[in-house]
């Protein structure tokens, strides 16, 4: 009986999933950052790729979709890569895990409202490479066989992929280091990785000659404004709170500059550490909101498996430590929220956290299959997915309809 309701469960996440794929899949073209992705490739087409590198695009990405985009449009070829990456994910969890049912019951559940697999942009890619390392270095941590060549080359590959990095970089590196501690790396494991990172930095380097840095995508103003991102989202609030913009909008980049041609230059911070301190009491009120929003609204992709998760952080910490190794996914996955919470001002987009959030549910699935779930919980957990079904058919059928 239980087998036939598991199966029964995972043919209605397909099937949800496939109306959630339908609906982003016939999305506006070039809808959200997507634009800037198809600009990328006519970019390459019109000047080459060495003007591309030095303007900024993600090159691991652009390598893949380049050649796909001489066959079909753009947009097109955009939006089959990020499906590819998908499906590789799917692959890769499947052979490395040997996954229960219910793991790809909970997987496909979040697939079914993950926008960044459906739409054309080097998300999907992203997440992919950076799944992959955390999932080898879960491994290490349940006692398995790792793979720590495919997790190098996966890092590399995410390091050079998108500027995000940045904010994963504390967990990556502890990651690393309870891989290094517990397992030891011989010499021919890290020649492909080592192949694919001096690679890396050869086809970076009129980036590294122009700007010092890799070749990342950036929302660039337009010439003649010398307002940043920060600046911008800084000033979002700033107006959502007045009231005077919708929530989750953002002023466009010559509205930021008009209101620091009018408030002057100091009238706006302009990085992510001034923002910090810029404002304290904002800082701290739109902590507060930001995180109870990423809970919210990552529940409903994940169920109550985002919150089980973040309480076996605490359960762990009161019966082992902080950074015990056990407790790194749930370290990581408070650690990412909290930091994304912290420096963002504005709203927090949930594609940010979608690497952890898949291991969230790599984790959860795990101690599902050992045992350490209790049953109440399992059942709380799938009586919320279903009522989410549910109300995600309803509001999205009538948008269907109109397509």
Known sequence: MKHIFSKTLLVITIIYALIGAYFMLNLSIGSGDEQLFISDLNFINKEGWIKAIEKGISLPHALIVYPLSKILEPYIALRVTSVFCLLLLYYYIYRRNKPTLWFFIYFTFFIGTAKVFFIGTNDA???????????????????????????????????????????????????????????????????????????????NIPAFMLNGKPSY???????????????????????????????????????????INENGEDALPKSLLQSLFFNPQLTILEFYKDFWSIIYFGSRQLSLILLIVIGCFFINIKKLSLLNVKNYIPFSLVALTSIFALLIISYVELRWLVPIFIMAII?????????????????????????????????????????
């Open 125 to 203: 890619f992203f997440i992919m490479a950076l799944v992959i390392f955390l999932n080898e270095i879960h491994k290490v941590i349940i006692g398995k066989e790792w793979k720590p060549s495919l997790a190098l080359i996966a890092l590399v590959i995410a390091i050079f992929t998108r500027e995000l990095i940045v904010i994963y970089m504390p967990i990556l590196l502890l990651g690393m280091f309870i891989a290094l501690k517990t397992k030891k790396i011989i010499s021919k494991q890290i020649i492909a990785p080592s192949i694919v990172l001096v690679m890396c930095l050869i086809v």
């Open 217 to 259: 995508d950036a929302k660039k103003p337009p010439e003649n404004v010398n307002v940043n991102w920060t600046q911008r989202q800084y000033l979002a609030q700033l107006l959502v709170n007045e009231g005077k913009l919708p929530n989750y909008q953002h002023p466009s980049f010559v509205e930021t500059q008009n209101y």
């Open 363 to 403: 984790y959860y699935a795990y101690l599902e299959k050992v045992g350490d779930i209790t049953k109440k919980l399992s059942v709380a957990n799938l009586a919320l997915m279903l009522i989410l079904i549910v109300y995600g058919v309803y509001r999205i059928v009538p948008e269907l309809i109109m397509i």
